[in-house]
Nanobody, 121 residues
């Protein structure tokens, strides 16, 4: 059974920073299969950051240059470092496991419960 537990959300002023964590357990296969999504009120869930096949970050255009995805293999954890935060970054941020990113096409897709990020003065 896969479990994804996000943490690190909160209220931050515009221009501030936050670091989100996603602790993964179970049959995740590789941390490169994990990624971050977000959903703002009234909007569809969107990809924020994932890993490429070479382990580099792949980012939505709206966060490129401000957000950084990283991983700690020893802790089975991925992170999302968010800098220069804007009010439009306000959303629930979800950790996602999709093994299609690592070439496996018959596994379920998993989601964490999410962590709220609010950017406001």
């Amino acid at each position: 059974q896969v479990q994804l537990v996000e943490s690190g959300g909160g209220l931050v002023q515009p221009g501030g920073s936050l670091r989100l964590s996603c602790a993964a357990s179970g049959s995740i296969f590789r941390l490169n299969a994990l990624g971050w999504y977000r959903q703002a009120p009234g909007k569809q869930r969107e990809m924020v950051a994932t890993f490429t096949s070479t382990g580099n970050g792949n980012y939505a255009g709206s966060v490129k240059g401000r957000f950084t995805i990283s991983r700690d293999n020893a802790k089975n954890t991925i992170y999302l470092e968010m800098n220069s935060l804007k009010p439009e970054d306000t959303a629930v941020y979800y950790c996602n496991l999709d093994t299609r990113r690592i070439g496996r096409f018959h596994d379920p897709i998993y989601w964490g419960r999410g962590t709220q990020v609010t950017v406001s003065s």
